[in-house]
């Protein structure tokens, strides 16, 4: 194909390259016929370099614009390795010290500026994708395809007859990436559901949070409900990370009688909806924050879903504040909680979130299961 596209070059073109000895080189290099991929993208990109940049000496009426280098130059950016992309720089600049050296030049300084910031922003890009190891644009498509596993997996399982339940979050400057997730199970039986915080906020904690999701949520259903969080604190001290610390609550409900058992390390207390009486009610399962100790002690809670009463766990972001007490938070959380009731759990949950975690900027995570 290169070699087609070559043959296909003005005579003009042609005879130029003969002259430039970087084009001459880059002139038999296409004309090779054998090219990986990669070099395939240079070549075209350095062929329309060449092509815009004649096209645009002596050209006065402007139908060929020099700006189209730019182009070039953040394709090149978004496509080809340094190694390449220098290269690619170096025809673009023996293009525009060709047309400057014409009687009527058409690339003045600002355009040499404009090229200038282009090239180190393409250096930038092609430098980040090489230390990851992929190529083009494969390094987007591979976060957006975590970001979307890893919000199929805080989906809740389909429940049975007489249960629902619902998953808000929101994370921290409209990222798509935080720290906060959940891991579910469930066997028609009995269900299982781990929310988890993992320190810090937005993209920051978000890669962790994506490891730890998939590792807590092969964990989840495969040990005994009593040893998953134990068995989570193993798997964080092993890893000896020292970025902060990762909070969770675990908790077991029976869908056949409600009965239901939480488990905490350093996470905010789950609270329960008592439809009979109409209040919500603070848990008191307590214990330490994840992967601080080799051995974790957890104080559990028990307690039964009835019909109408509901279970709700969330991560700090909700009702935690700078210089503000967590129990005025949590307070605040349960004040707007009881219009939950009135107009129903599942239509309240997101307007909920959103009210908690409009005056702060950090990821906000809600689970909230309920017996109809």
């Keep these: 194909m290169l070699q087609r596209l070559v043959q296909l070059l003005p005579p003009r073109v042609r005879a130029v390259l003969r002259r430039i000895p970087l084009l001459v080189a880059l002139y038999r290099w296409a004309r090779q016929g054998k090219l990986t991929r990669e070099r395939h993208v240079f070549a075209v990109l350095a062929l329309l ?12 009426r402007g139908l060929a614009p020099s700006g189209a280098l730019v182009l070039i130059v953040l394709g090149g950016g978004l496509l080809l390795k340094v190694r390449s992309l220098v290269l690619l720089l170096g025809v673009v600049v023996a293009m525009a010290a060709y047309n400057a050296s014409q009687d009527v030049p058409t690339i003045g300084p600002g355009m040499v500026a404009t090229l200038t910031i282009t090239a180190v922003l393409a250096l930038t890009l092609a430098r980040t994708r090489q230390q990851l190891g992929v190529q083009g644009l494969r390094g987007d498509s591979m976060l957006l395809e975590l970001r979307d596993r890893l919000r199929r997996q805080s989906e809740m399982p389909e429940l049975p007859e007489g249960w629902r339940s619902q998953v808000v979050m929101l994370q921290a400057g409209g990222s798509s990436f935080g ?26 904690a978000g890669t962790r949070a994506l490891m730890l999701s998939g590792a807590f949520g092969g964990l989840l259903g495969s040990v ?20 902060g610390f990762v909070t969770a ?16 390390a350093g ?4 609270v329960q909806f008592d439809a009979g009486s109409g209040v919500w009610r603070v848990g008191s399962a307590k214990g330490v924050v994840l992967g601080v100790v080799p051995d974790l002690n957890c104080v559990p809670e028990q307690g039964k879903l009835r019909s109408g009463d509901a279970l709700l766990l969330y991560t700090d972001g909700l009702v935690e504040s700078p ?3 967590l129990d005025a938070g949590i307070d605040r959380l349960l004040g707007e909680a009881e219009r939950l009731v009135p107009q129903g759990f599942g239509t309240g949950a997101r307007k909920l979130v959103e009210t908690m975690a409009a005056a702060r900027d950090d990821d906000c995570a809600l689970v909230l299961i309920w017996r109809t």
């Design 224 to 243: 005994q409900p009593d040893r998953f969080l134990p068995a989570c604190n193993a798997y964080l001290h092993r890893q000896g990370w020292d970025e």
């Design 249 to 264: 609550v675990h908790v077991v409900v029976d869908l056949k009688t409600g009965e239901y058992t939480v488990e905490s």
């Design 323 to 325: 210089g503000s007490d």
């Design 267 to 270: 996470h905010p207390p789950a």
């Design 49 to 60: 370099a060449i092509a815009i940049g004649l096209a645009t000496t002596g050209d006065s």
């Design 179 to 204: 720290g906060d997730f959940v891991v579910s199970s469930c066997d028609g039986d009995t269900l299982e559901v781990a929310l988890v915080d993992v320190s810090g906020k937005g993209t920051d």
